[in-house]
């Protein structure tokens, strides 16, 4: 069975602060992808990032960047010098085993502030 | 890019109504695709997996009689909620596997059942 854990249900920040947003996962299979994405109040989820399972090298886009280490099962998510834009709800999902079936994390609500 | 619509964007309907939803591949071929219900402040859970010319896959607790699949043609999956009730009202995601093993998310139809 595959499991995708947040454990912060909602973060608050004040504008230009950092945020980093927890992702832990289970699965048996040896070959699996990870990504972030980020849904806004309109719904539509927009895709941040996929890493696959052998590829353990840490990414950095703009503000984001990513921490991936398989040895604690963890895809850690960090903005840097958030905006209020960048509020919105943050999900980690997993996909293994059987390609495109997601699996998703509960979700990370972002709150930014001016 | 590859782009996946799904049509309406929203929809209100009466108790006991049937409602379909159409998740359409715009510019590729997909022969799986995927839908997802995700209720308020909840994370998306996978509902069924589709397959163009053959039975839909439904997960555990999903009412197959309830929520009938079909995907008929390579750019074309439907969700027909049938009898629908309050406790039916939720986002409903489809994604379709795309090109490069990526997968691609609608943008969600907001489910209203009065």
């Known amino acids: 069975a595959q499991k995708v854990t947040q454990a912060q249900t909602e973060i608050s920040v004040v504008e230009k602060e950092d945020v980093t947003l927890d992702c832990v996962y289970e699965?048996?299979?040896?070959?699996?992808?990870l990504f972030w994405y980020k849904q806004p109040p309109s719904g539509e989820l927009v895709f941040l990032i996929r890493r696959n399972s052998f590829d353990e090298q840490n990414e950095i886009s703009g503000r984001y960047s990513w921490n991936f280490q398989k040895s604690t099962s963890s895809f850690n998510f960090t903005i840097t010098a958030s905006q209020v834009v960048d509020s919105a709800v943050y999900f980690c999902a997993l996909s293994g085993g059987s390609w495109g079936k997601f699996q998703f994390g509960a979700g990370t609500q972002v709150v930014v502030t001016p | 890019g590859a782009v996946v619509s799904q049509h309406p964007s929203w929809v209100i309907c009466k108790s006991g109504t049937s409602v379909k939803i159409e998740c359409r591949s715009l510019d590729f071929q997909a022969t799986t695709m995927f839908w997802y219900r995700q209720f308020p402040k909840q994370s998306l859970m996978l509902m069924a997996t589709s397959n163009e010319g053959s039975k839909a896959t439904y997960e555990q607790g999903v009412e197959k009689d309830k929520f009938l699949i079909n995907h008929a043609s390579l750019t074309l999956s439907t969700l027909t909620v049938t009898s629908a009730h309050p406790e039916d009202s939720s986002f409903y995601i489809c994604?379709?596997?795309?090109?490069?093993?990526?997968?691609?998310f609608g943008p969600g139809t907001r489910l209203t059942v009065l």
């Open positions: 994604s379709a596997s795309g090109p490069a093993d990526t997968q691609y």
């Open positions: 699965t048996r299979d040896t070959t699996y992808y």
